[in-house]
């Protein structure tokens, strides 16, 4: 059965090829035109699972070609085809140049429709063990050390968990900033999910950024993720994970210490919880 005619914004696997879905291999497949922004990633990905091209356009898409390449696109949409457009990895539009051309989509009243699938940063929310009730995307930050406390501070009172992009040699050096910045949170670093050699770290800031800077910067992709504010109202999910978390690491009394200082609750509350949950 043809496709109906519209931008199928296709998720990819961030790393394990098997984390493709049905839907996204038929869409690849039946599409009568392929926008990608790597396109030799592209084409691997299809040999991988079989996927033909059969004489369709595969149509480069990325931050250096986008204004160029948009026109051509919404010629296709306009003309009735349906259009793929896959990101270098994972769920497109999230930190990808993909949004100006759905953007442009939507306002011509053209249909656009997500193909749904993996995402580098939903999975770090999956395993880092803080709380997901409310979480802010805050993408890559600036690579200088000023630049990037400024634009931290201004999400330091966001109520809720914070995940990052970040480069890996820039690592150690954006956990100390997030450290003086944002206080010594707990947190987790996930590099290269889904992958062979997948790590997750998980501790205080300090302890992450110490960590790190006596370390050769690590490889791969890195997501980061930051508990809520010290201070904000914990919910009982909120408190729950934070305690769990820092029991894996810590004895029950410095992980309540640790867990009380991050959230503002009274210690001996949270004292009391950490003994309910090493008791189950």
Do not use: W
């Amino acid at each position: 059965m043809p496709l109906a005619p519209g931008l199928y914004l296709v998720a990819t696997p961030i790393g394990t090829a098997d984390d493709i879905t049905l839907r996204a291999l038929r869409v690849l497949a039946d599409a009568d035109m392929l926008a990608a922004e790597d396109t030799r990633t592209a084409r691997r990905l299809m040999e991988i699972h079989g996927v033909a091209l059969t004489g369709r356009q595969l149509v480069p898409y990325h931050d250096h070609n986008g204004a160029q390449a948009r026109p051509r696109l919404l010629r296709a949409l306009q003309d009735g085809k349906s259009v793929a457009y896959v990101s270098d990895a994972g769920t497109p539009l999230i930190a990808d140049p993909g949004y100006k051309l759905a953007a442009e989509a939507i306002a011509a009243d053209l249909p656009v429709f997500a193909a749904p699938g993996a995402s580098a940063l939903l999975a770090a929310l999956s395993v880092a063990g803080l709380p997901t009730d409310r979480f802010f995307f805050a993408g890559f930050l600036p690579p200088k050390s000023a630049a990037r406390r400024a634009q931290l501070g201004e999400f330091a009172q966001i109520p809720g968990t914070l995940v990052f992009y970040e480069s890996p040699r820039r690592l150690a050096a954006c956990l100390a900033d997030m450290a003086k910045t944002l206080g010594d949170r707990p947190a987790a670093v996930c590099r290269e999910l889904t992958k062979k050699f997948e790590e997750v770290r998980r501790g205080p800031l300090e302890t992450l950024a110490a960590a790190y800077a006596d370390e050769a910067p690590p490889k791969g992709e890195i997501v980061i993720v930051v508990g809520p504010p010290f201070g904000a109202e914990a919910s009982a999910e909120t408190l729950d994970k934070a305690l769990e978390a820092a029991l894996r690491d810590n004895s029950l009394k410095d992980a309540a210490s640790i867990v009380a200082e991050a959230t503002g609750l009274p210690r001996k509350q949270v004292y009391a919880r950490a003994l309910e949950l090493k008791a189950r």
